[in-house]
């Protein structure tokens, strides 16, 4: 039998080791602060000084995105002068596998 199907039934000890070889992989972490949907047109006629309204409130929490799927929710903080995010809510299981799967 292969380490890949062996995997699911392996003790949470063996996962921490299984899970090592992944730890160097790189992935690309975003942060969303919100959207808008709009006309090409009316982005085309955005400028310096435009303001482009979205779709979150101002205290509302952001989305912290690991290759496009969402794992936690937070807020912005400021560390050594740079923006930061301070999780305060991870994703449950099913919301990061419908991520996965509306990409698919």
């Given at each position: 039998?292969?380490?890949?199907?062996?995997?699911?039934?392996?003790?949470?000890?063996?996962?921490?080791?299984?899970?090592?070889?992944?730890?160097?992989?790189?992935?690309?972490?975003?942060?969303?602060?919100?959207?808008?949907?709009?006309?090409?047109?009316?982005?085309?006629?955005?400028?310096?000084?435009?303001?482009?309204?979205?779709?979150?409130?101002?205290?509302?929490?952001?989305?912290?995105?690991?290759?496009g799927t969402?794992?936690?929710?937070?807020?912005?903080?400021?560390?050594?002068?740079?923006?930061?995010?301070?999780?305060?809510?991870?994703?449950?299981?099913?919301?990061?596998?419908?991520?996965?799967?509306?990409?698919?």
């Amino acid at each position: 039998m292969s380490d890949m199907s062996e995997a699911p039934n392996a003790r949470p000890a063996d996962r921490a080791v299984k899970m090592d070889m992944f730890a160097d992989i790189s992935v690309r972490v975003t942060v969303e602060v919100g959207s808008a949907s709009v006309t090409l047109a009316s982005l085309l006629d955005l400028g310096e000084g435009s303001v482009l309204e979205l779709d979150r409130q101002v205290n509302d929490p952001l989305d912290l995105l690991v290759n496009g799927t969402l794992v936690a929710r937070g807020e912005i903080v400021e560390t050594n002068g740079r923006f930061g995010i301070r999780i305060i809510d991870v994703a449950q299981d099913g919301d990061r596998l419908a991520g996965l799967e509306a990409r698919s």
